[in-house]
């Protein structure tokens, strides 16, 4: 695999991943590209199985149900680092997480986040749906109903975390928070706006090709394998950690993941 242009990213798919492997999988990436041991910027498209995440802003009184509802149905809430309040990822949800050194790419953190918001608002109009922007929060909207978040971080120049759109899934559990800690929305999908069947893999290739206009660069498909060859070419790639904080009963299998190392801190 040839990586050699700045304005090439590396674009992986892969397929429903628990929240606690794809949270290590970006720690580890951005580690190495912030390092330099890592010199392309990468692109992960993936769904989550269902999960609560909080950002900086936290967002447990968000919660409009018990913590217990929430484990009958299977359902964790996960910390992270990324920006924002609460929100909820689930299967028919397009997931993006651009590991990107953003200074190379000569990017701020608010262009960064405007671009991801262009890349969702144009392929939603795949499909005829009129997302647009709205000044209550970032992200894309449909009127009042919100379809697609938006929650980076920034670790010495590194961007993870990214943006999540709505297009198959079941909207059920988003009726027990308040998104993003506001009153008074809701929350809609692409296929739900579009009043038919929508293939998430039909609307992935059509994102890449919305990423590619938006950020002007070329995505090279690259399978997780290869990632962790480039992240550990001298020596057999360990197996995804599916640890996260030892409040919530994830399997403790695996190499330490990178939150209990300590890498850098935020912005």
């Known amino acids: 695999m040839k990586l050699s242009s700045s304005h090439t990213w590396c674009a992986a798919d892969l397929g429903v991943v628990p929240y606690p ?27 989550h199985p269902p999960v609560f995440t909080l950002g900086r802003r936290g967002g447990r009184e968000n ?17 992270v680092e990324r ?23 000569g990017l701020g953190v608010v262009d960064m986040v405007g ?26 909207w ?15 120049g590194v961007s993870f975390h990214g943006l999540a759109l709505n297009v198959n899934l079941d909207l059920k559990p988003f009726c027990w928070i308040q998104p993003c800690g506001l009153e008074g929305v809701g929350v809609t999908s692409i296929q739900a706006e579009a009043r038919h069947p929508v293939d998430i893999a039909d609307v992935k290739r059509v994102m890449r090709t919305q990423v590619e206009a938006v950020f002007q ?12 060859a480039l992240l550990y070419p001298s020596s057999d790639a360990p197996a995804l950690s599916s640890q996260i904080p030892p409040n919530l009963p994830f399997p403790k299998e695996g190499i330490p993941p990178l939150w209990k190392r300590g890498v850098g801190g935020d912005f």
């Open 83 to 105: 920006g924002g309040n609460i929100t909820y990822h689930g299967p028919g949800q397009l997931v993006v997480y651009p590991i990107v050194h953003l200074p190379s790419f």
């Open 115 to 140: 671009r991801l918001e262009e890349v969702m608002i144009r392929t939603c109009a795949a499909w005829d749906v009129p997302a647009e922007r709205n000044a209550l929060n970032r992200g894309a």
């Open 142 to 156: 449909v009127r009042l109903k919100k379809i697609g978040s938006i929650g980076i971080a920034v670790r010495r």
């Open 63 to 79: 919660l409009l149900v018990p913590e217990d509802v929430l484990g009958q149905s299977g359902i964790h809430i996960v910390q």
């Open 217 to 228: 660069t070329r995505l090279e498909t690259t399978a997780l394998q290869e990632l962790l």
């Open 21 to 47: 492997d794809a949270w290590d999988l970006q720690l580890r990436l951005v580690e190495a590209r912030a390092q330099g041991r890592l010199t392309q910027d990468i692109l992960l498209f993936l769904e």
